[in-house]
């Protein structure tokens, strides 16, 4: 929906709002014309149900709204006497339209001081539910969003098993886009596996200002742009068309910025010509097949003391694998007397990989050399022609395009590349983009894939492990990482974990807490 389709939508329940409560309004002893009009009418509303105005905030807060108005069609009954259970079901279960019988065929009396307070142990779990769902959810999408890290793709940084906090407001909350949804869950209802979502109505695009920018070689989470799985790794044939806000979380290193000019030089990215400086805590992985001499009895051995990610069998005789490895873990394990021999797994330069970016035979690029690429700037202009049309075309038709409301086709005559059949020699980005990519780079689903990431796709910032689990290992105690837990993402040096001092506040918390419950009975 548009902003003015989502105008008259809003006008229209002003109307119905203001026809099935006109002679409530005068009932609880103000005028008439309070009801009809918009946002005041919702603070004369929360006088007469006795609850704060800044309820009225939390209509208009997407998905927040959904819980919010069946609360205060319920309120609404109470505050004139109706109380009864079947009352609340009626005013739920007809959308609140129950609230017009009472107002024109009912002679109720305004509550002017009803107690806020139910009178079932029932009532009062549900109200206090309701409220932590709502306070939980305000802090999900606009602050703070719990993430775990499923993949290996930025191994050595971030490990698979990570659970993370994901800052909003860094690099600027972004409002809901999809206004029909099941809160707290991103595209699936969890255990059922069924969609949790609307694709329709959605909302314009929103974000509010960022604290920092994007720097180049920041870890950021995003939503997959060519999603169309029904959620994550989901294997099967149905495919979803998603709203931007519900496509998949990714995380990823954003290597390349808007107006950065990229390439992929043997494995190894290159910013404007000169090879990309990652932060310390970055460490760089490529694949290599190694062979020993005598048949491995303990691949974990191999794993623990050389620091390698992964170590996968080649054949069963136990003396070829496969392994992600660093630049120092290949230097150590060629100390090793049992390694045979160890040979780089790398594309050759020039060779076409379909599978890679933008899919198209005209760019000889795969996932080792690839590029020079150009990430666009909003604001800044490029050269189109039937050679650079592939690397802007989803550009144009989509990012800004559909999932902006606006219908863009791109079609070429000869030589001509049309937009919406006008010749175009030129096109001005719209938004900002973004090149990710996984530190693992033989073992990373990134843009090498499916390209550029445009801002409006950014979810956030992870700025703190709070847990890391580690599934492979043995017993509890083992599979909890204790030395990641408590640890920033980003900053200079190695991690080091706060936990001990997050223990030493629990207990000072608890303690105080303690003492202040001691005096207060005393």
Known sequence: MTISEWFLFFLGVQVIHFAGTWKLYQKAGRKSWEAAVPIYNAIVLMKIINRPWWYTILLFIPIINLIMFPVIWVETLRSFGKNKAIDSFLG???????????NYTQDVAHIKDRSL?????????????????????????????????PTSSLEKSLLVGDFLFVSKFHFGARTPMTAVAFPMVHDTIPLISKKSYKNKPQIPYFRFPAFQKIKRNDIVVFNWPTDTVPYFRYKGPETFVKPIDKKSNYVKRAVGIPGDSLEVRNGYVYINGAISQLPERARVQFAY???????????QFLKDRY??????PLNNTGKAFQANMTNEAVEN??????????????????????QTFPHNATYSWNYSFFGPIYIPEQGKTVAISTETIPLYKRIIEVYEGSELGIENKITQA??????????ISEYTFLQDYYWMMGDNRNNSEDARNWGFVPFNHVVGK???IWMSWDSNAQGITNKIRWERMFTTVSGDGQPISYFRY???LLVGWFLFDFIRKRKKKA
Not at 129 to 137: D, G, M, Q, R
Not at 414 to 423: F, K, Y
């Open 92 to 102: 739920i279960i007809t959308l609140g339209f129950y609230i017009y019988f009472i």
């Open 307 to 312: 620091d390698i990610s992964e170590i996968y």
């Open 462 to 464: 992870p700025v703190f």
């Open 414 to 423: 000869g030589t001509q590349v049309l937009l919406n059949d006008s010749p």
């Open 502 to 504: 997050f223990l030493i």
């Open 333 to 354: 394990l060629k100390n090793n007397p049992n390694i045979d021999q160890i040979i780089p797994i790398k594309d050759e330069e020039g060779k076409w990989d379909n």
């Open 289 to 299: 097949a190694f062979t020993t001499k005598d048949p491995l009895q303990n691949v």
């Open 117 to 149: 307070h139910t009178k079932s142990s029932s009532g009062e779990w549900t109200s206090s539910i309701l409220f932590a769902v709502v306070v939980a959810t305000i802090v999900h999408t606009y602050f703070i969003q719990p993430f775990t890290i």
